[in-house]
């Protein structure tokens, strides 16, 4: 019987299996593979890596992807930090309004996002000409299509996730150890400081990890912002793979390897820290 439940999982596995193959293990080995050859798509070579590692317009593409994901994570974590807090403050019918809310809003990205974004905040957007309308020049110094209207973006669909990843975590803070921490004489500073945020920042880590992954790797929201105009990595992969001009995909495959690794190594960096917390807090 026991067999026969083993052969049937494993059945009912294949389905899962193959499409990963085909859709993720087979385009994988295919992108490492194209990143060895060289233009001809014939020759074996280190070619790519070296100009993508030491060309000046890739390197800087590669730095301010990270910034961006970096910057974007941190700024969207404290937003959610807070607001998954005072959603747990509320009752239990608006946080479920707000979990799916925020389930809505976190799948709101790529092209419709930047579309919303220049309908609002674009040099002709609702909101800019609303305030120009009213004498106001709070949109003045912001510019849509620069850096920090990349961020601001970035930020907008990094919270939502950021929230329904850290929103869970504040479970694990009993109600119990506020009351004895109280009795015991800790103000509610000390009690997040030794005890509340020692408990959920592993969550913490664990999610800004996710976010910066989740920022390096956008490429439609970007594209449709700001098109080839700022560099960042996503956009220069997406001109070498399928440009208007011409085309290099072993360059853009050897940029996208190094993209992954990008994001293995900080994932991996992050996946330390949580253990390094956990560990503590034993």
Same mark, same amino acid.
């Given at each position: 019987?026991?067999?026969?439940?083993?052969?049937?999982? %494993?059945?009912?596995?294949?389905?899962?299996?193959?499409?990963?193959?085909?859709?993720?293990?087979?385009?994988?080995?295919?992108? !490492? +593979?194209?990143?060895?050859?060289?233009?001809?798509?014939?020759?074996?070579?280190?070619?790519?890596?070296?100009?993508?590692?030491?060309?000046?317009?890739?390197?800087?593409?590669?730095?301010?992807?990270?910034?961006?994901?970096?910057?974007?994570?941190?700024?969207?974590?404290?937003?959610? !930090?807070?607001?998954?807090?005072? $959603?747990?403050?509320?009752?239990?019918?608006?946080?479920?309004?707000?979990?799916?809310?925020?389930?809505?809003?976190?799948?709101?990205?790529? %092209?419709?996002?930047?579309?919303?974004?220049?309908?609002?905040?674009?040099?002709?957007? %609702?909101?800019?000409?609303?305030?120009?309308?009213?004498?106001?020049?709070?949109?003045?110094?912001?510019?849509?299509?620069?850096?920090?209207?990349?961020?601001?973006?970035?930020?907008?669909?990094?919270?939502?996730?950021?929230?329904?990843?850290?929103?869970?975590?504040?479970?694990?803070?009993?109600?119990?150890?506020?009351?004895?921490?109280?009795?015991?004489?800790?103000?509610?500073?000390?009690?997040?400081? +030794?005890?509340?945020?020692? %408990?959920?920042?592993?969550?913490?880590?664990?999610?800004?990890?996710?976010?910066?992954?989740?920022? $390096?790797?956008?490429?439609?929201?970007?594209?449709?912002?700001?098109?080839?105009?700022?560099?960042?990595?996503?956009?220069?992969?997406?001109?070498?793979?399928?440009?208007?001009?011409?085309?290099?995909?072993?360059?853009?495959?050897?940029?996208?390897?190094?993209?992954?690794?990008? $994001?293995?190594?900080?994932?991996?960096?992050?996946?330390?820290?949580?253990? +390094?917390?956990?560990?503590?807090?034993?």
């Amino acid at each position: 019987m026991k067999h026969k439940v083993t052969l049937f999982a %494993v059945i009912a596995l294949l389905p899962f299996a193959l499409l990963i193959a085909l859709f993720e293990l087979l385009p994988l080995a295919a992108m !490492i +593979r194209d990143s060895f050859l060289a233009d001809d798509g014939i020759t074996y070579t280190f070619k790519q890596y070296i100009i993508a590692l030491t060309n000046p317009y890739y390197t800087k593409g590669m730095v301010n992807s990270l910034l961006i994901s970096i910057y974007s994570s941190c700024i969207g974590l404290a937003i959610a !930090i807070a607001a998954s807090y005072s $959603m747990t403050r509320m009752s239990s019918k608006i946080q479920s309004i707000l979990v799916t809310f925020s389930n809505l809003t976190s799948n709101f990205s790529g %092209v419709p996002l930047a579309f919303a974004f220049i309908i609002l905040l674009g040099n002709s957007g %609702v909101f800019t000409l609303l305030f120009k309308e009213w004498g106001l020049n709070i949109t003045g110094s912001f510019n849509l299509y620069s850096w920090g209207g990349l961020v601001a973006v970035y930020v907008y669909f990094q919270v939502p996730l950021a929230i329904l990843l850290l929103y869970p975590a504040y479970s694990g803070i009993h109600k119990h150890w506020r009351e004895s921490a109280s009795l015991l004489g800790a103000s509610a500073f000390q009690f997040w400081l +030794r005890i509340g945020f020692p %408990v959920i920042i592993p969550s913490v880590v664990g999610t800004f990890s996710i976010l910066l992954a989740n920022a $390096m790797g956008a490429y439609a929201t970007a594209y449709a912002l700001v098109g080839g105009s700022y560099n960042l990595l996503p956009t220069r992969i997406g001109a070498l793979v399928a440009g208007d001009v011409a085309t290099r995909p072993q360059l853009g495959s050897a940029l996208a390897v190094i993209l992954g690794l990008m $994001m293995v190594v900080a994932m991996w960096c992050n996946e330390r820290m949580m253990r +390094r917390f956990r560990r503590d807090l034993r």
